[in-house]
């Protein structure tokens, strides 16, 4: 089945463009303006998708506000049937979603399947977990506070927030939507999804997955449409109760103009690896392919920057030059280790840290080479804090490594870094 067809044709108005959801209905922009999305690999545009208006979007607040109040009262049984019901359809059409996201974010073929196998198993999950948690109330008595005899009993629950504003990035749309919208419903909560620009067709498949699943109209609510035209406009809106992100300095702006509203946001990273001398390298080197340049490095919690003590440096780069000259590059329809970058600003960025780099001396282990969106896989060698690929996160298949002469010396960097980190430190147990 190949993706807007079969099940998914609704979606889609007779112009080819994708509609937007609301009230439980797909419908077209009033204005008839559309965002185009340019698939990375021809760098055409591949899909179109409505482009909503303030307007639209107070009446998609609306929907969502009135259909929580009656959410709210639904057993949690039910919501759990529901999430679980979506859960299935979501991975019966595993692969006419996994095409969109080889067309929209040059995903590799596998792993776009995978993305949306793991959603369906993340939404099952969710809908597991939230009966236990939500279940269970929490009894306290007079006599926990110092003075107080055990005169009084107090039982607290949880409840829902409201109209939660689900906002996910271009690199696993589908998952980390369903992350945020699973969580959202389990609770009790209604929601409204603003999908990237790159990887909305894909959000929109998902969305109609939880249609098919038999929520109720006004529950989850779907806008397409410009960032510069109606992101703000989301973010601020007095009708949104919780927002949750995943992106990166954009979420430090709505943080600013979000107002006294709960925050749930991943933003950008530099995550290290630190070697130490006693390190397994073979691993080390293996390791540092597969967290440093799977998805051409374009993962929240990828590897972006090796820290290795000068007395190792030498053998680890050795061998992770090895590995990068066997990865496959080209494009996601083959299955390919390194696929386009999302766009062609990204890989203008990308390509700036390295002449940066280059500039000021780093050590090229393989030579630069780009077509279009497409970058090889580049290790830099001998990076120096004064080069801009030392602290900034590149997202993209170039990884930088820095010699370091103690582990004192790489905390210290990872400490220094404005991000907020995972580090996988390498050494024997």
Known sequence: MAAGTGVFAEILDGDEVYK??????????????????????????????????????????????SAQKAWAKTPLWKRAE????????????????????????????KDAVTEVVRS?????YTAEEGVRILGEGKFLVSDSFPGNER??????????LG??????????????AVSKIGPALIAGNSLVLKPPTQGAVSCLHMVHCFHLAGFPKGLINCVTGKGSEIGDFLTMHPGVNCISFTG??????????????????????????????????????????????SYSGQRCTAIKVVLAMESVADSLVEKVKARVAKLRIGPPEDDCDITPVVTESSANFIEGLVMDAKEKGATFCQEYKREGNLIWPLLL???????????????G?????????????GIHHCNASNFGLQVKLNQTP
Not at 265 to 278: F, P, S, T, Y
């Open 20 to 65: 937007y959801y609301h009230d439980g209905e797909w419908k077209k922009a009033a204005s008839g303006k559309s965002v185009a999305i340019v698939n990375p690999t021809t760098r055409k545009t591949q899909y179109r998708v409505q482009a909503c208006s303030q307007e639209e979007v107070n009446k998609v607040m609306e929907s969502a506000k």
């Open 82 to 109: 529901l999430l679980h019901k979506a859960a299935a359809i979501l991975k019966e059409h595993k692969f006419p979603i996994a095409e969109c996201l080889v067309k929209e974010i040059a995903k590799p073929a």
């Open 120 to 124: 369906g198993d993340l939404v099952s």
């Open 151 to 160: 005169t009084k009993y107090c039982l607290t629950s949880k409840i829902p």
């Open 163 to 176: 109209v939660v504003l689900a906002i996910p990035p271009f690199n696993y749309p589908v998952n980390l």
């Open 248 to 293: 990166g300095d954009t979420g430090i702006a709505i943080s600013k103009k979000a107002g006294m509203i709960p925050l749930q946001m991943e933003l950008g990273g530099k995550d290290a690896c630190i070697v130490l001398e006693d390190a397994d390298l073979d691993l080390v080197a293996a390791n540092i392919i597969k967290g440093g340049f």
């Open 381 to 395: 060698d001998n990076v120096r804090p004064d080069m801009r690929i030392a602290w900034e996160e590149p997202f």
């Open 397 to 409: 298949p170039v990884l930088p490594v820095i010699r370091i002469n103690s582990v004192e010396e």
